[in-house]
């Protein structure tokens, strides 16, 4: 069936109002493996493109949702701005080349980097909105300053909200100036609970570690590496490595890895490529959890990562079988946290959510709240199995 | 008095005992106040201008009894005001004549400490200066710091999702905030994120963060807590004019800076403050912009110089950076001071709280300045300079026939301001009661109704604190379509509550 493809809020607003079957939004469709195979229409978004107003000073940029990732990401760069919770794109993830996700599926999806750890996530940056909801309506929520709480706070709804609530056409960003300068401390050969112990230490200490990686010698054959990463005016950098150095003393000894190669393991952290087996898991856990789970793991076969300190564990398994997905979600529910099926079979799909589920008071008030915005279910599209 | 509350529902009120005696079965004990003398306590919150007593006040103690409560107050139709420490600027815990005053003041311990994963878990009756407290002892601090953090609440803080002089760098309430406990109406109790730093699903905390009391009851917070920066410097610079303080603002952003702290006052904030705590402000200049930076000392030496060169290109005559810990307090002390020292020098003032892009500030101010001519009364301006947040305090006289009237036409002028310019009707104080009946200067019918549906998804009827955020017809008028436009209603023949 041929896609929809809006390209104004009129149009999209008729659409919505005049579909007879549910529809998926869709950006650049980099996460279209995520959750369970569909047939509903798509919707995309990539006609409604383009900047509406960027004042840097401002610290704001209000953009069509359609609008490549990439392209805001530059058009920041060129301005010596950034989106502080580094949002990426998940094509390489499903084995596409990178370039096609767009600034409303990010957001959508609430997709951030390593960074979210101190710099706060998709969430924390979506300001103001322009959406269509299910209704065929046009929403304006949130406002265009960095600063509003002016009723009650919608756009926190439709981050993260993977499109069940309505199609934004229009975003409002928070964006700050970008790092000078970026460097990156390591310390090698720890195991999952001191290295665990080493983030927790440096995200806990004055000297403003941004991000904490922990890499085991499965993800990175150079050894396990426990990263920490430092950014800002080079004065303040330096200085910052120096105090955490002497702070980390009884962790072990800190070496500073060289940009590029530095570079290239964020980015890895970043987009996990390198766990590529069919099965791929994202847990969200209080992070001092995270070193038991990632051993009880290990011993399943599995191989991770911790970003955010602990608090982000990454579980991939090479074999199509996996572990039991309700056993996974039981280790993580024990753990106070909960796991995300991001990358996975068809057959699994088809059986398995992709979200991990709520006790029912919590699942029958988010089926009233998203009733709220599409009483008819156009957007509910029987991805989530969980309706 | 311009603006009014619901009318009474009278069959309520016929059933006072009744429902009184009910309430003291929930919460035995001191818990249940019901004489007028004693009501009194609560008949205001920050918005001195407007007092209601309300029909009986519940402490309860434990979330059960605050469950209990809240479900038979669902059962019989029976309104229900939360308050915490009763500081909200906008009228948010004002109570109702017919309504349950629930006072979360007795939730107020510090349940759980967690360093390792830097959070800390506690009841909404602590104050925001409460947590800092307690875990400062080992290097940490909650970041939001509203200058009335010495009384206000965690729990008013998530329902206003206050902020403070440091939100630009370390965010608002809602940053900081991991998760709560809700109790929704209808006595459910419910926890909304936790201590992963998202949600598996929708994310409604960030929906019950700012929500004003009217989606539920918080009876638990998990904070972030942040390591203390090592060091903090201030600096201290005086302009001709706001225009040229404006200019080093976007300047200083500019050149990749974000401050900690970023704050601007006005000739005559300046004059007021300096007179209340003798800071040391210089008395001959248009404006002042404090500039806080922190982090390592190398850090505040470096911004502090990058800074202090802004300010002199862009016009400022005096720059002066702390030297030690004292002087930067003294910095601060007339800027924290600003609204007490503005109710010295005027029997009462009125706080506002638009958010404006920054650019439009001397536009703002010139117009400010003009309105309040046109009206007969002066105004004196702090300002979040860094995100845009503006506070004019409207100088009046209650005891003068008609000013009171005068300086609230005076505050909605500046707010209708604000959003003509691409701003908001509130940065940080909320909508409350104050700027109910402006909501349709910035979101449409459909918008509102909108944000009534996700309302009525966590209180189908509308018991919790309303009377509040929306204008009053938009409540009554059961989500169907009433276009309110200059005050005239569709159907006026209709009787609304
Ligand atoms: C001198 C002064 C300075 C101020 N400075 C600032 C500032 O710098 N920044 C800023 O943001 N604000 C400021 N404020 C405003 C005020 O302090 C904040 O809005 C604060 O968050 C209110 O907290 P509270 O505990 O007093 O809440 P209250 O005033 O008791 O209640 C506020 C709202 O929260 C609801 N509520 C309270 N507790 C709960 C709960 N447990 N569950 C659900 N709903 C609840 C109430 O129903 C009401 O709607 C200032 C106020 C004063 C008087």
Redesign the pocket.
């Known amino acids: 069936m041929e896609a929809l493809r809006p390209t104004s809020v009129e149009d999209l607003c008729a659409i919505v109002a005049e579909s007879r079957e549910p529809l998926e939004i869709r950006g650049g469709g980099t996460k279209a493996l995520v959750g369970a195979p569909n047939a509903a229409r798509v919707l995309d978004m990539r006609g409604l493109a383009g900047v509406i107003d960027y004042d840097p000073a401002e610290l704001v940029i209000t953009l069509r949702a359609g609008t490549p990732l990439r392209k805001v990401t530059e058009l920041l760069a060129a301005n010596g701005q950034h989106l502080p919770f580094e949002p990426w794109d998940h094509a390489p993830l499903f084995s596409k080349p990178a370039g096609e996700a767009t600034i409303g599926g990010v957001i959508a999806a609430g997709v951030a980097g390593p960074r979210r750890v101190t710099a706060g996530g998709a969430r924390d940056h979506l300001l103001g909105l322009t959406a269509v909801t299910g209704r065929g309506e046009v929403l304006v929520a949130g406002a265009r300053v960095v600063k509003n709480v002016t009723g009650y706070d919608v756009p926190k709804l439709f981050a993260g909200s993977w499109g069940r609530l309505g199609a934004m056409a229009e975003l409002t960003l928070k964006v700050l100036p970008a790092p000078r300068e970026t460097a990156t401390l390591a310390i090698a050969g720890l195991g999952p609970r001191a290295a665990q112990a080493a983030m927790a230490a440096a995200l806990g200490s004055p000297h403003g570690v941004c991000s904490a990686a922990h890499l085991p010698q499965t993800f990175d054959r150079a050894g396990p590496h426990t990263l920490l990463r430092f950014a800002g005016f080079a004065p303040s950098v330096t200085a910052r490595c120096a105090g955490l150095e002497a702070t980390l003393a009884a962790h072990g000894a800190l070496i500073r890895l060289p940009e590029d190669y530095a570079d290239r393991l964020w980015a890895e952290i970043t987009v996990p490529v390198p766990l590529d087996g069919p099965v791929l898991w994202r847990l969200a856990l209080p992070p001092s959890e995270a070193p038991a789970l990632a051993e009880r793991f290990e011993a399943d076969g599995a191989r991770w990562f911790m970003d955010w300190g602990g608090g982000l564990l990454w579980l991939e398994w090479e074999d199509e079988a996996g572990m039991d997905p309700a056993e996974v979600r039981a280790v993580a529910e024990v753990a106070r946290g909960h796991a995300m099926l991001l990358r996975a079979p068809e057959a699994l799909r088809r059986s398995v959510p992709a979200q991990h589920s709520r006790l029912a008071a919590l699942m029958a008030l988010e089926g009233r709240v998203r009733a709220a915005f599409d009483p008819a279910g156009v957007f509910e599209t029987g991805r989530w199995l969980d309706v | 008095m311009t603006i009014q509350m619901p009318a009474p529902d009278q069959t309520v009120l016929a059933r006072r005992s009744e429902i009184v005696a009910a309430l003291a079965r929930i919460v035995p004990g001191e818990g249940v106040v019901s004489d007028e003398p004693s009501l009194r306590a609560f008949e205001s919150?920050?918005l001195t201008a407007y007092a209601q007593l309300p029909m009986v006040a519940v402490l309860p103690e434990t979330v059960s009894q605050v469950a209990a409560i809240l479900r038979y107050c669902s059962d019989n139709g029976i309104k229900v005001?939360?308050?915490?420490?009763?500081?909200?600027?906008?009228g948010?815990?004002l109570p109702l004549a017919d309504g349950v005053l629930l006072g979360?003041g007795r939730?107020n311990k510090v349940l759980r400490i967690d360093y390792a994963d830097r959070i800390a878990v506690v009841q909404?009756?602590v104050t925001?200066l409460a947590i800092t407290r307690a875990v400062e002892g080992e290097g940490f601090y909650y970041a939001p710091?509203?200058?009335?953090q010495i009384?206000?609440?965690i729990?008013?803080?998530?329902?206003?999702n206050?902020?403070?002089?440091h939100c630009l760098k370390y965010g608002l309430t809602t940053n900081n905030v991991l998760g709560v406990e809700l109790v929704l109406i209808d006595g459910t109790v419910l926890r909304l994120g936790g201590e992963a730093l998202e949600p598996a699903g929708l994310d409604l905390l960030g929906v019950v963060v700012g929500s004003?009391?009217l989606l539920?009851?918080?009876?638990e917070v998990t904070v972030r807590i942040l390591s203390k920066p090592a060091t903090a410097r201030a600096l201290l610079m005086g302009f001709p004019d706001a225009k040229s303080a404006g200019n080093a603002v976007a300047a200083v952003i500019g050149a990749g800076i974000v401050p900690a702290g970023m704050e601007m006052m006005d000739r005559p904030a300046i004059h007021a403050a300096e007179a209340f705590v003798h800071a040391g402000y210089p008395l001959d200049v248009g404006a002042l912009l404090i500039v806080e930076v922190d982090g390592p000392e190398a850090e505040c030496d470096h911004l502090a110089e990058v800074i202090g060169a802004i300010g002199r290109e862009n016009g400022a005559g005096l720059v002066r950076a702390s030297t030690s810990e004292a002087e930067r307090m003294a910095f601060w002390a007339g800027r924290k001071a600003a609204?007490?020292a503005v109710g010295r020098i005027s029997p009462d003032y009125y706080c506002m709280d638009g958010t404006i892009p920054r650019r439009q500030l001397a536009h703002v101010l010139a117009r400010i300045e003009q309105l309040g001519d046109e009206c007969g009364l002066k105004v004196a301006n702090v300002f979040h300079a860094g995100d845009g947040n503006l506070h004019p305090l409207i100088l009046y006289d209650r005891d003068k026939p008609g000013e009171l009237d005068a300086a609230e036409e005076f505050g909605n002028a500046i707010l209708r301001l604000c959003v003509e310019v691409g701003g908001v009707l509130t940065g940080?104080?909320?909508v409350?009661i104050e700027k109910r009946d402006l909501m349709g200067e910035m979101f449409t019918e459909t918008d509102l109704e909108q944000q009534q549906r996700v309302g009525r998804a966590f209180d189908p009827q509308a018991l919790l604190?309303p009377g509040?955020v929306f204008p009053m017809l938009h409540r009554c008028a059961e989500m169907g379509r009433v276009h309110v436009h200059n005050g005239q209603t569709r159907f006026p023949e209709l009787p609304r509550f």
């Open positions: 919150d920050g005001v939360p308050r915490g420490s009763g500081t909200s600027l906008s948010g815990a979360m939730f909404p009756g925001n710091d509203p200058s009335s009384a206000c609440s729990g008013g803080n998530v329902a206003e206050a902020g403070g002089v004003e009391g539920g009851v918080v009876t609204f007490p940080e104080h909320g409350g604190n509040k």
